[in-house]
């Protein structure tokens, strides 16, 4: 395909700028690696496998890889919190 140019607004000097593509939106609920979610958990990569071969959190297979919901590692996050005494 050749360049394309938008034609010129009345009384400039140049083409009209083309539109910028918007950024992609960040999901909340995007799916991380295994090393990912350590990271997002302040753990090793040893920890997340550990809690997946336990079961202690739900994961998902896309065929041979394992990824992790942030919204899953968040609600492990808050179902691990102990409220204050004071």
Do not use: N
């Not at 550990?50 to 998902?60: G, H, K, M, P």
């Not at 942030?70 to 179902?79: G, H, K, M, P, V």
């Amino acid at each position: 395909m050749g360049h394309v140019q938008r034609p010129r607004a009345p009384g400039s000097r140049g083409p009209l700028p083309l539109p910028r593509e918007e950024a992609a939106p960040v999901h909340h609920d995007q799916l991380l690696t295994v090393a990912e979610a350590g990271d997002y958990l302040g753990t090793g990569e040893r920890f997340v496998r550990r809690l997946i071969a336990q079961r202690r959190i739900t994961y998902v297979k896309l065929g041979k890889y394992v990824r992790l919901q942030r919204s899953t590692l968040d609600d492990f996050i808050e179902a691990g919190r102990v409220a204050s005494e004071g």
